[in-house]
């Protein structure tokens, strides 16, 4: 299976960019005094998760496929394991996507019942 990862590099940097953006966004609230509510920085909290989340899904594709052609250039293609991640770059991809969503499924309960996610 072929592993393209131009759609995930332009998925890193819109999450950069929102990231930026929400950065900015924050920062004007508060000097405005409009952000000292709980409110509105829970949503912000939330913002800030969700767009972490998506860079670092769309970020294994990336290394995955930077760790394939940096083995390949210093001459272990030849090698079956080398092959053999070629030949299922996306079921890597996807067994390291189930193991974070997983990961996140376990940890996001104690998140909230620690108050992650309350006003502060």
Do not use: E, T
Request: proline share 3%; hydrophobic share 60%; with cysteine.
């Amino acid at each position: 299976m072929h592993l393209n990862i131009k759609p995930y590099l332009v998925i890193l940097a819109s999450m950069i960019i929102v990231l930026v953006l929400v950065g900015i966004f924050r920062n004007l609230l508060i000097a405005k005094q409009f952000g000292d509510d709980g409110n509105g920085q829970v949503i912000i909290k939330g913002i800030v998760i969700v767009a972490f989340m998506i860079f670092s899904a769309a970020l294994i594709p990336v290394c995955l496929k930077l760790f394939l052609i940096l083995q390949i250039r210093i001459g272990n293609g030849d090698l079956g394991l080398i092959k053999l991640m070629q030949q299922h770059a996306m079921k890597l991809v996807y067994a390291a996507w189930a193991f974070i969503g997983f990961s996140i499924a376990i940890a996001l309960p104690v998140m909230i019942k620690d108050g992650f996610f309350s006003n502060p």
